[in-house]
């Protein structure tokens, strides 16, 4: 089994800036990871962190500078999958050392922790909202499900491939989910999809399967699936997740900070 601390959508911005003019999000990244250093020995023993992509907010490279002193702070092996807001360049540039990270072009990947396959998607489409997952990487999860067998399996993400019935966030979801259903229906064991992007908690089945979205570890969107709903974020709840794939495996909601809102983007 591996027990992985799930992060998501950290959206740093270079210091001095502001994510969306309101949010602080080097202090706030800064905030969470002393509560969870505080909580590591409560959460026992962990395999390492896998960030669900928006590490940065502006896709600056000072802005994965902060967002890597602080995930490092945690001592633990880092898998990192970008999002609609990492620039692919500088997110290379940031964790280039990872030993998952590929050296160039779409960042697939496939880690094996402990009995367990880890395995990272691109979604990114530079300056685009929504996600889209591309012939290579749904060629990548075919090849890495089968090396798996029915080892513990778990597929991480940034656009989950699920619907909120949050508008404005459904508009830029991942494009094509439904290319997912096949691939995953030859996997030799049940599959745990992880992503983030919809800053809350939201899970559903696919067949054997289940997908599950982290909170932010910055901000959250509300659940308000009316067409005039407002368009914007509330400072939380946040938190993130725990992931664990052993035979009676939970994926669990570790919350960090209520908050207040709505703040426009
Ligand atoms: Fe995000």
């Known amino acids: 089994m591996a027990r992985l601390l799930q992060l998501s959508d950290l959206h740093v911005v270079s210091p001095g ?18 509560q969870l250093a505080n909580k590591l020995d409560a959460l026992g023993p962990l395999d390492g962190v896998l960030v669900t992509g928006d590490v940065s907010d502006d896709g600056s490279h000072e802005s994965y500078v902060v967002a890597r002193a602080e995930l490092d702070r945690l001592g633990l092996p880092l898998l990192v999958v970008p999002g609609n807001h990492d620039d692919r360049a500088a997110f290379h540039a940031g964790f280039s050392d990872l030993p998952a990270m590929p050296a160039s072009g779409l960042i697939d990947w496939l880690q094996e922790v402990g009995d367990t396959f880890v395995i990272g998607l691109d979604t990114l489409v530079e300056g685009k909202g929504g996600g889209v997952l591309r012939r290579e990487s749904l060629a990548f999860l075919s090849v890495a499900l089968s090396e798996a067998g029915s080892r513990p399996t778990v597929v991480a993400l940034h656009h989950p491939p699920l619907r909120t019935g949050i508008r404005f966030m459904d508009a830029i979801g991942l494009e094509n989910a439904s ?26 089945r696919i067949g054997r399967h289940l997908v599950a979205t982290a909170p932010s570890i910055c901000s959250a969107f509300a659940l308000d699936i009316r067409t005039d709903a407002p368009v914007g974020f509330f400072t939380g709840p946040t938190g993130c997740a725990l992931i664990d794939t052993g035979p009676e495996g939970v994926w669990s909601a570790i919350p960090l900070e209520t908050g207040e809102g709505p703040f426009p983007f």
Do not use: F, M, N
């Open 17 to 34: 800036s502001l994510a969306s003019g309101v949010l602080d999000t080097g202090a706030i990244l800064r905030r969470a990871i002393d």
């Open 179 to 204: 290319a997912l259903w096949p691939i995953l229906d030859e996997a030799g064991g049940s599959v745990t999809v992880v992503a983030g992007h919809v800053h809350g908690i939201y899970q559903r």
